[in-house]
C-alpha cells in the first residue's frame, strides 16, 4: 500500500518557525521527485516547492523563497520541508505529494498525503 504521512503541522505564531515531514511508503521512493502543495482555507491548490528524486535541485514558488527548505533523505524515505519566518498567509493545509514518469515504458504515478494542518496567528 503507498502511503505518505504527514507530520510536524500546528500552530504558530508570526514570524515563527515549523518543520513539516513526511514519510512514505509502498514505493520507490528515490524515484519519485516530491513536492510541498498547500491549500489555504476557501481557495484552491498552491505549489509551494520542489525536489528532484535525487534533490540535488530544488524549486520555490515566488511567496516563499527566502523562507522554506525543502530536503529529502532517500536512505529514510522521508521528504521535509523547513519553514521560517512564517506569516499569516502561510496558513493552509499542507499536502505531501510525489510524482514519477518513466519515458521508455510510460509508467507514471501521482500520489498525494492527507495532509497536515498549519496554523500561524497570534
Known amino acids: 500500500e503507498v502511503q505518505l504521512v504527514e507530520s510536524g503541522g500546528g500552530l504558530v505564531q508570526p514570524g515563527g518557525s515549523l518543520r513539516l515531514s513526511c514519510a512514505a511508503s509502498?514505493?520507490?521512493?528515490?524515484?519519485?521527485?516530491m513536492y510541498w502543495v498547500r491549500q489555504a482555507p476557501g481557495k484552491g491548490l498552491e505549489w509551494v516547492s520542489t525536489i528532484v528524486s535525487d534533490g540535488t535541485n530544488t524549486y520555490y514558488a515566488d511567496s516563499v523563497k527566502g523562507r522554506f527548505t525543502i530536503s529529502r533523505d532517500n536512505a529514510k524515505n522521508t521528504v521535509h520541508l523547513q519553514m521560517n519566518s512564517l506569516k499569516a498567509e502561510d496558513t493552509a493545509v499542507y499536502y505531501c505529494?510525489?510524482?514519477?514518469?518513466?519515458?521508455?515504458?510510460?509508467?507514471?504515478?501521482?500520489?498525494w498525503g492527507q495532509g497536515t494542518q498549519v496554523t500561524v496567528s497570534s
Open positions: 505529494v510525489s510524482e514519477t514518469e518513466d519515458y521508455e515504458s510510460g509508467y507514471a504515478a501521482n500520489y
Open positions: 509502498g514505493f520507490t521512493f528515490s524515484k519519485y521527485w
